[in-house]
C-alpha cells in the first residue's frame, strides 16, 4: 500500500484528540460518592458493564474516525494485478462493439448475459479514462449505429445501462466493420475495438473481414458462460387439414437442439390463448425436428393467433413462435374458355385450372367452373329463357383468348363487375383489338393494340435472347407480395409475344402493376365500379409465353384470383421475422392501424393511405401477433381479422454454438500499441470515507443511547 | 415543634439530643391516645373456675358483690438489642445528615426511652472489624451514659468495612435464646446477599419482637444528579463515570424494587418495617415507631404488678 500524500499522515496524531477528551471529561466530572450506586454495581452489574463498554466503544469509534480522516486525507493505494482486458488509460480512440441481440437476453444465474456485458462495459469505459474518445456500437441486426466517437462518458454510462436485448439476430461482423469506420475517422494514435459478444458463430462471418491489416487493435472478451445450451421453435407452418374437418388446421413445429446433449422437449399447442395440444420431441444434439400437431381452430373464427411454445430453457425469447391461422375462403372462379382444345394440355385454360387447384384438392380453396366461350351466352336472357348462369354465383370471371363478346353479354358482365366482380382478360389468337374496341371496352382497363412478336424473323438459336422478360412489378401489390423485388420465378419467365395497348380508357384508378423488359405494360389493373378488372397482355397459357412452366405462375394466379375477389388472406402463412415489413393492402379504408404485441403500432391515413393499393408495416420489433385495425369509408372501425399477422424471431439467432478463435478477427497494425503494465492501482480512500461516514453514524447512535 | 434533623445535630451532647427526640415523641404520643407499653397496667377479669384465689379483688367483691379476678402482663423486664449498621455505606450523606448519624440518634433516642422505663437496653454495632462493638444491655442510668458515649463515638468514627448486620443479629440470636428480647436495627439493607433479611427473619421466628429502621437519604430515592459524574463507591471503592439522566430511570426502578423487596420479605416475616429517610424529623421516627410497635403488640411490654 502507497500513499498519494503521505504528508497527510501526520493527522494522526489527531487520534489522541478523542483518548484526550475522554480523560478531560472523566477528570471534569463531578465525583460523588454514592453508597446506593455500590449497592446497585453488586447486585446489578449489567447496567454497570453496558455503561463501561458504550463508554469505551465511544472513545473507540471516535478515535478510529479520526485515524480514518488521518488516513483518507492521505490517499492511500494499493497496486493489484490486471485481471481481464488490456485496458490502458489516457487519450486514445475505442469502440464498444456490445452483443444486444436477443441472445443476450440468455439467463446467467438468474439474470440476462447482457447485464453482465453492461457492467463489463462500463467498467472498462471508466479505465480508458476521461481523455478517451468512446462509442457503443451495438451488435444486433439493423441496430442503430453511432455516427461519430464521444468523450462524454456520462451519456456512454446512461446508454450501457439502458441496454436491453433487442429481439434480431447478431450481426457482430457488420457491427466490427461500423466499429472500424467510426475509428478511422479518429485523429488518436491508439484505436481500439472492444467486443463483448457471445462469440456465436451465427453473427460472425469470418470469410467477410470488418477492416484489413491496417485496422485497429482487436480485443474480445470471454464473458461467455461455459455451458449455454438452448431450444428453439425454429419455424411454425400452419395449413388446413381437411380430415380433421372443415375447421381443421396442422401445424408443423421445427424444434431445433442447439447444444452437445440429447434433450427430450415439451411442446405446447396454443390457439386463442388456450392451450389445445401438447407434445414431446426427443432431440439429439444439434439436431432440429418437426411435431405436427392437428387442431381445429374454435368455431365461429375464420382466423386465430396460433403459437407452439416449449419448456423454458436459458432464453424464452425463441421457446414461442407464433402463427395466424386463417380459414380459407373459398373463391369461385369462372373460367371462359376461348381456345378449347381437345388435347388436354393444349387447352387454353389448362395451366390455369392447374394453379387455381393444385392436385385438384379440395382445400385448394378455390372453385373453378369452366365454360366456353359460346356457353357464356348464358349469363343473358336467351330467346326470352332465364339465364343459365348466374353471375352471382362467381367471385371471378377469366376470359382467357375469348373473342369480342357481344354487346349485351359485355352489358352483362360490365354490371356484375360494378357491382363488385373481378374480371381477368388475356388476350390469344383468337383476340382480335379492333373488335375489342368495338363491344368490350367496359370490361377494360385500357383498349388492345395489335400484339407484337418479339421473336419474328428471328433464327431458333436466337429465339430465347430475344425474348421479353417481366421486370419492375408492384412489389408493394398484393399479387406480388409472395415475391421479391427480384424474384426469378417470375423474371426467368420468356414472353415471346405480347398485346400491346391502346389509349387509356375511362377507367377508374388506372394502374401499371408490371412492364416488361421493353416498357410494355404486362399487367393493368382499374375499377369499375366496386369491381375490379385486371388485364394480362399476354396468354394464360404457353402461346405466347413460358410463364405457366415458371414456378411464379401459380402464386401470381392465385394471387391475382384473389385479389380480385377481394379475399387476400391464405390458409398459409408467410413467415415474417423481427425487423422485416409486412405489406399490408388497403382496400378501401379511409384509415389503417397497426397494433403490435406491446401495444404501439403505426396509424396509415391521409397521404400514407390515398391513392396506395398497400402499405408497408416495418415497426415489427418484437415477436407477436400484430393486430391490423380498420376505417373504411363510412367511418365504421373494424378489426380486420384477415389482416392481423405473426411476426417471429430470426431463429439463426438461436444457434449459440461458439466461433472458433481462429474464426475471430486479428488486431490490425494501424493503432500504437499501449505499453505493457499489469499491475493496476486502486484507490482506496473511497472506502475509508465510506467508513468514516459510518463511524460517524456509530459514534451518533451510541451518543444518542 | 419539630427538629429538623440538622438543627438537632447541633444540640449539645447525644443524651440530651437523645432526650429532645424523646421528649418531642412523647407529645406526640399524648396527641396520637396511644398508650404505651412497658408500664404498670391490670384490668379485671370476671373469676371463672380455675382463676387464682389469690388474684381475686376482694375491694371490688365489698363494692360490686362479684368476683373479678385481677390480671397483669409479664412481670419480666423488658430486653432492648440496638443494633446500628455502622458499615461504610452508612456514612452517605446527601446534603442532610450522614444515614450513620441518623440511625445513631435514633438508637439514642430509643435507649434513653427504654432506659427511662427501667428495662435493659444494649447495644451491637457492625460494619468493620475496628468498629464492631458489643455494649451488653442493663438498666441503670450510669449504663445508658455508656451506651451513649460509644454511640456517639461510633457516630464520630463513621462507618466503614462491608460487613453485614447479618452476623451481629446472629449473635444477639444466640445471647437471647431463652429470653424474648426486642431487637431494633437501624441500617440501610445494602446488602448483597440478603443475609440481613434473613437473619431479621430467623430472630422473629425465633419469637423476639423486630423492628427496622431502613435509613436511607433522600438523595439515594430520588437520584437528583446532573452532568456527567463519577460516582465513587463507598463499600466496594468502583467507580462508575455515567450521565446521571440517562440512568436515572433504571436505577429509580432497581431502587424501588429493593425497597419493596425488603418490605414484602420483612412484613411476611412479621418484622415491623419502617423506612425513614434522612430528612424525615426525628422525632417523628421514633414516634411511629412507637405507635406501631403498640399497635402491632398491645400487651407485649406490659408487666404484671
Given at each position: 500500500m502507497g500513499?498519494?500524500?503521505?504528508?497527510?499522515?501526520?493527522?494522526?496524531v489527531?487520534?489522541?484528540?478523542?483518548?484526550?477528551?475522554?480523560?478531560?471529561?472523566?477528570?471534569?466530572?463531578?465525583i460523588?460518592p454514592?453508597?446506593?450506586?455500590?449497592f446497585l454495581?453488586?447486585?446489578?452489574?449489567?447496567?454497570?458493564r453496558?455503561?463501561q463498554?458504550?463508554?469505551?466503544l465511544?472513545?473507540?469509534?471516535?478515535?478510529l474516525?479520526?485515524?480514518?480522516?488521518a488516513i483518507a486525507?492521505?490517499k492511500?493505494?494499493?497496486?493489484?494485478?490486471r485481471?481481464?482486458?488490456q485496458?490502458?488509460?489516457?487519450?486514445?480512440a475505442?469502440?464498444?462493439v456490445?452483443?444486444d441481440?436477443?441472445?443476450?437476453?440468455y439467463l446467467?444465474d438468474?439474470?440476462?448475459?447482457?447485464?453482465r456485458?453492461s457492467?463489463?462495459?462500463?467498467r472498462?469505459?471508466?479505465?480508458?479514462g476521461p481523455?478517451?474518445e468512446?462509442?457503443?456500437?451495438r451488435a444486433s441486426?439493423?441496430a442503430e449505429?453511432p455516427?461519430?466517437l464521444?468523450r462524454?462518458?456520462l451519456?456512454?454510462?446512461?446508454?450501457?445501462?439502458?441496454?436491453?436485448?433487442?429481439?434480431r439476430?447478431?450481426?457482430?461482423?457488420?457491427?466490427l466493420?461500423?466499429a472500424?469506420q467510426l475509428l478511422a475517422?479518429?485523429?488518436?494514435a491508439?484505436?481500439?475495438?472492444?467486443?463483448?459478444?457471445?462469440?456465436?458463430?451465427?453473427?460472425?462471418h469470418p470469410?467477410?473481414p470488418?477492416w484489413?491489416k491496417?485496422g485497429p487493435?482487436f480485443?474480445?472478451?470471454?464473458?461467455?458462460p461455459?455451458?449455454?445450451?438452448?431450444?428453439a421453435?425454429t419455424a411454425?407452418?400452419?395449413d388446413?387439414?381437411?380430415?380433421t374437418g372443415?375447421r381443421g388446421?396442422?401445424?408443423?413445429?421445427e424444434?431445433?437442439?442447439?447444444?452437445?446433449?440429447a434433450?427430450?422437449?415439451?411442446?405446447?399447442?396454443?390457439?386463442a390463448?388456450?392451450v389445445?395440444?401438447r407434445?414431446e420431441?426427443?432431440?439429439?444434439p444439434?439436431?432440429k425436428?418437426?411435431k405436427?400437431?392437428?387442431?381445429?381452430l374454435p368455431?365461429?373464427?375464420?382466423a386465430s393467433?396460433?403459437?407452439v411454445?416449449?419448456?423454458?430453457?436459458?432464453l424464452?425469447i425463441?421457446d414461442r413462435r407464433?402463427?395466424?391461422?386463417?380459414l380459407?375462403d373459398?373463391v369461385?372462379?369462372?373460367?371462359?374458355d376461348g381456345d378449347?382444345?381437345?388435347?388436354r394440355?393444349?387447352?387454353e385454360?389448362?395451366y390455369?385450372?392447374a394453379?387455381?387447384?393444385p392436385g385438384?384438392r379440395?382445400?385448394s380453396?378455390?372453385?373453378v367452373r369452366?365454360?366456353?366461350?359460346?356457353e357464356?351466352?348464358?349469363?343473358t336472357?336467351?330467346r326470352?329463357l332465364?339465364p343459365?348462369i348466374?353471375l352471382?354465383?362467381?367471385?371471378?370471371?377469366?376470359?382467357?383468348n375469348v373473342?369480342?363478346?357481344?354487346a349485351?353479354?359485355?352489358?352483362?358482365?360490365?354490371?356484375w363487375?360494378?357491382a363488385?366482380g373481378g374480371?381477368?382478360v388475356a388476350?390469344?389468337d383468337?383476340v382480335?383489338p379492333?373488335?375489342y374496341?368495338?363491344?368490350?371496352?367496359?370490361?377494360?382497363p385500357?383498349s388492345?393494340r395489335?400484339?407484337?412478336d418479339t421473336t419474328?424473323?428471328a433464327?431458333?438459336?436466337d429465339?430465347?435472347s430475344r425474348?421479353?422478360h417481366l421486370v419492375?412489378?408492384?412489389?408493394?401489390?398484393?399479387?406480388?407480395a409472395?415475391?421479391?423485388k427480384?424474384?426469378p420465378?417470375?423474371a426467368?419467365?420468356?414472353?415471346?409475344?405480347i398485346?400491346l395497348?391502346?389509349p387509356?380508357?375511362a377507367?377508374?384508378d388506372r394502374?401499371?402493376l408490371?412492364?416488361f423488359?421493353?416498357g410494355?405494360a404486362?399487367?393493368?389493373e382499374?375499377?369499375?365500379?366496386a369491381?375490379?378488372?385486371l388485364?394480362?397482355t399476354s396468354?394464360l397459357?404457353?402461346?405466347?409465353?413460358d410463364?405457366?412452366i415458371h414456378r411464379?405462375?401459380?402464386?401470381l394466379?392465385?394471387?391475382?384470383?384473389r385479389h380480385?375477389?377481394?379475399?387476400?388472406a391464405l390458409g398459409?402463412?408467410?413467415?415474417?421475422?423481427v425487423?422485416?415489413?409486412?405489406?399490408?393492402p388497403t382496400g378501401d379504408?379511409?384509415?389503417l392501424e397497426?397494433r403490435g404485441?406491446d401495444g404501439i403500432?403505426?396509424?396509415?391515413?391521409?397521404?400514407r393511405l390515398?391513392?396506395r393499393?398497400?402499405?408497408?408495416?416495418?415497426?415489427?420489433?418484437?415477436?407477436?401477433?400484430y393486430?391490423?385495425?380498420?376505417t373504411?369509408?363510412t367511418?365504421?372501425t373494424?378489426?380486420?381479422?384477415?389482416?392481423?399477422?405473426?411476426i417471429?424471431?430470426?431463429p439463426?439467432?438461436?444457434?449459440?454454438?461458439?466461433?472458433d478463435a481462429t474464426a475471430?478477427?486479428?488486431?490490425?497494425?494501424?493503432s500504437?500499441?499501449?505499453?505493457?503494465d499489469n499491475?493496476?492501482r486502486?484507490e482506496?480512500?473511497?472506502?475509508?470515507?465510506a467508513?468514516?461516514?459510518?463511524?460517524l453514524l456509530?459514534e451518533?447512535?451510541?451518543?444518542q443511547? | 415543634?419539630k427538629l429538623d434533623p440538622?438543627?438537632?445535630?447541633?444540640?449539645g451532647?447525644?443524651?440530651i439530643?437523645a432526650?429532645?427526640?424523646?421528649e418531642g415523641?412523647l407529645?406526640?404520643?399524648?396527641?396520637?391516645?396511644?398508650?404505651g407499653s412497658s408500664?404498670?397496667?391490670?384490668?379485671?377479669k370476671?373469676y371463672s373456675?380455675g382463676?387464682e384465689?389469690?388474684?381475686?379483688?376482694?375491694k371490688?367483691?365489698?363494692?360490686?358483690?362479684r368476683?373479678y379476678?385481677?390480671q397483669?402482663?409479664q412481670?419480666?423486664q423488658?430486653t432492648?438489642?440496638?443494633?446500628?449498621?455502622?458499615?461504610?455505606s452508612?456514612k452517605f450523606?446527601?446534603?442532610g445528615l450522614?444515614k450513620?448519624?441518623y440511625?445513631?440518634?435514633s438508637?439514642?433516642a430509643?435507649?434513653?426511652l427504654?432506659?427511662?422505663q427501667?428495662?435493659?437496653?444494649g447495644?451491637v454495632?457492625?460494619g468493620?472489624?475496628?468498629?464492631e462493638?458489643m455494649?451488653?444491655p442493663?438498666?441503670?442510668?450510669n449504663?445508658?451514659h455508656?451506651?451513649?458515649?460509644?454511640l456517639d463515638?461510633?457516630?464520630?468514627?463513621?462507618?466503614?468495612g462491608?460487613?453485614?448486620?447479618a452476623?451481629?443479629l446472629?449473635?444477639?440470636a444466640e445471647?437471647?435464646?431463652r429470653r424474648?428480647s426486642l431487637?431494633?436495627?437501624?441500617?440501610?439493607?445494602f446488602d448483597?446477599?440478603d443475609?440481613?433479611?434473613?437473619?431479621?427473619?430467623?430472630?422473629?421466628?425465633?419469637?423476639?419482637?423486630?423492628?427496622?429502621?431502613h435509613?436511607?437519604d433522600?438523595h439515594e430515592?430520588?437520584?437528583?444528579y446532573?452532568?456527567?459524574?463519577?460516582f465513587?463507591?463507598?463499600?466496594?471503592?468502583a467507580?462508575?463515570?455515567?450521565?446521571?439522566?440517562a440512568?436515572r430511570k433504571?436505577?429509580l426502578?432497581?431502587?424501588n424494587?429493593f425497597?419493596?423487596?425488603c418490605h414484602?420479605t420483612?412484613a411476611?416475616?412479621?418484622?415491623d418495617?419502617h423506612?425513614?429517610l434522612?430528612d424525615?424529623?426525628?422525632?417523628?421516627?421514633?414516634?411511629e415507631?412507637?405507635?406501631s410497635?403498640?399497635?402491632?403488640?398491645?400487651?407485649?411490654?406490659?408487666?404484671?404488678?
Open positions: 500513499f498519494l500524500a503521505p504528508f497527510m499522515l501526520v493527522g494522526l489527531a487520534i489522541g484528540v478523542p483518548i484526550a477528551i475522554h480523560l478531560i471529561g472523566r477528570r471534569r466530572a463531578r460523588v454514592f453508597a446506593a450506586l455500590d454495581m453488586a447486585t446489578k452489574r449489567k447496567t454497570a453496558r455503561l463498554l458504550r463508554e469505551r465511544v472513545l473507540l469509534v471516535r478515535a474516525a479520526c485515524l480514518a480522516v486525507l492521505a492511500p493505494f494499493t497496486s493489484c494485478e485481471k481481464g482486458p485496458v490502458t488509460r489516457g487519450p486514445q475505442a469502440v464498444l456490445i452483443d441481440s436477443f441472445a443476450a437476453g446467467v438468474g439474470k440476462p448475459w447482457i447485464k456485458a457492467d463489463e462495459a462500463r472498462i469505459v471508466a479505465q480508458l481523455e478517451a468512446v462509442a457503443i456500437v441486426e439493423g449505429h455516427t461519430e464521444t462524454d462518458h451519456r456512454l454510462r446512461d446508454q450501457l445501462l439502458a441496454l436491453e436485448p433487442s429481439a439476430p447478431a450481426d457482430t461482423t457488420r457491427a466493420t461500423r472500424a475517422a479518429s485523429s488518436h491508439r484505436k481500439t475495438v472492444f467486443l463483448i459478444s457471445l462469440q456465436a458463430k451465427s453473427g460472425l470469410d467477410e470488418p484489413g491496417d487493435t480485443i474480445a472478451l470471454d464473458l461467455r461455459a455451458r449455454m445450451p438452448n431450444l421453435v411454425l407452418k400452419v388446413s387439414d381437411p380430415n372443415t388446421v396442422a401445424f408443423d413445429a424444434v431445433g437442439n442447439f447444444s452437445d446433449e434433450k427430450k422437449v415439451e411442446l405446447s399447442l396454443t390457439i390463448d388456450r389445445v395440444a407434445g420431441l426427443a432431440l439429439a444439434h439436431e425436428k418437426t405436427r400437431f392437428l387442431a381445429a368455431a365461429g373464427a375464420r393467433d396460433a403459437s411454445s416449449l419448456a423454458g430453457d436459458g424464452p425463441d407464433y402463427v395466424r391461422a386463417t380459407r373459398e369461385r372462379v369462372l373460367l371462359v378449347p382444345r381437345t388435347v394440355h393444349d387447352d385454360l389448362f390455369v385450372e394453379a387455381l387447384r385438384d379440395e382445400d380453396g378455390t372453385s369452366s365454360i366456353t366461350a359460346e357464356l351466352a348464358g349469363i336472357k336467351l326470352g332465364a343459365t348466374d352471382n354465383d362467381f367471385d371471378v370471371v377469366v376470359l382467357a373473342a369480342a363478346l357481344p349485351e353479354r359485355v352489358t352483362a358482365l360490365a354490371d363487375v360494378r363488385g374480371i381477368l388476350p390469344g383468337r382480335d379492333t373488335a374496341d368495338k363491344t368490350m371496352l367496359p370490361l377494360m385500357q388492345l395489335d400484339p407484337i419474328w424473323g433464327s431458333p438459336e429465339r430465347d425474348a421479353l419492375k412489378w408492384e412489389a408493394d401489390h398484393p399479387i406480388f409472395p415475391f421479391s427480384d424474384a420465378d417470375l426467368d419467365a420468356k414472353f415471346f409475344k398485346s395497348l391502346g387509356t380508357t377507367t377508374a394502374k401499371v408490371a412492364r423488359t421493353n410494355a404486362a399487367l393493368v382499374a375499377s369499375i365500379g369491381g375490379r378488372t388485364l394480362f396468354t397459357d404457353r402461346d405466347w409465353n410463364l405457366a411464379g405462375f401459380l402464386p394466379i392465385q394471387q391475382a384470383v380480385l375477389a377481394r379475399k387476400h398459409i402463412e408467410s413467415d415474417h421475422l425487423g422485416g415489413s409486412v405489406a399490408l379504408l379511409k384509415k397497426v404485441p403500432g403505426a396509424v396509415f391515413e391521409g397521404d390515398a391513392g393499393s398497400s402499405v408497408r408495416f416495418g415497426k415489427t420489433d418484437h415477436p407477436g401477433i393486430r391490423v385495425i380498420g373504411d369509408q367511418g365504421a373494424h378489426d380486420r381479422e384477415e389482416l392481423a399477422f405473426a417471429n424471431v430470426d439463426r439467432g438461436s444457434d449459440l454454438t461458439p466461433v475471430l478477427p486479428t488486431s490490425g497494425t494501424g500504437a500499441v499501449a505499453p505493457t499491475t493496476r486502486v482506496l480512500w473511497h472506502a475509508l470515507a467508513a468514516l461516514l459510518l463511524l456509530a451518533a447512535i451510541l451518543v443511547r | 415543634m440538622i438543627q438537632l445535630q447541633r444540640l451532647s447525644l443524651p439530643k432526650r429532645v427526640i424523646v415523641a407529645s406526640g404520643m399524648h396527641r396520637a391516645s396511644v398508650h408500664v404498670e397496667f391490670a384490668e379485671h370476671e373456675q382463676d384465689l389469690r388474684h381475686v379483688d376482694w371490688a367483691y365489698a363494692k360490686l358483690d368476683y379476678v385481677k397483669f402482663e412481670e419480666s423488658l432492648v438489642y440496638l443494633v446500628l449498621d455502622a458499615s461504610a452508612m450523606a446527601g446534603g450522614a450513620l448519624e440511625a445513631g440518634l438508637l439514642a430509643i435507649a434513653y427504654v432506659t427511662q427501667q428495662d435493659k437496653v447495644l454495632a457492625c468493620d472489624r475496628a468498629i462493638t455494649v451488653p442493663r438498666a441503670r442510668t449504663h445508658l455508656d451506651l451513649l458515649g460509644v463515638e461510633l457516630m464520630k468514627k463513621g462507618g466503614a462491608d460487613e453485614s448486620p452476623e451481629a446472629g449473635r444477639i445471647l437471647s435464646r424474648r431487637i431494633v436495627l437501624a441500617s440501610d439493607l448483597p446477599d443475609a440481613t433479611l434473613r437473619a431479621l427473619a430467623t430472630l422473629r421466628a425465633q419469637k423476639h419482637d423486630v423492628s427496622v429502621l435509613v436511607l433522600p430515592r430520588t437520584f437528583p446532573e452532568g456527567l459524574t463519577e465513587h463507591a463507598l463499600e466496594s471503592g467507580k462508575l463515570l455515567a450521565n446521571p439522566s440512568i433504571d436505577y426502578d432497581r431502587m424494587t425497597v419493596a423487596k414484602g420483612l411476611n416475616a412479621g418484622v418495617y423506612e425513614v434522612t424525615n424529623p426525628l422525632e417523628d421516627t421514633l414516634l415507631l412507637l405507635v410497635r403498640a399497635r402491632l403488640q398491645p400487651g407485649a411490654a406490659r408487666r404484671t404488678g
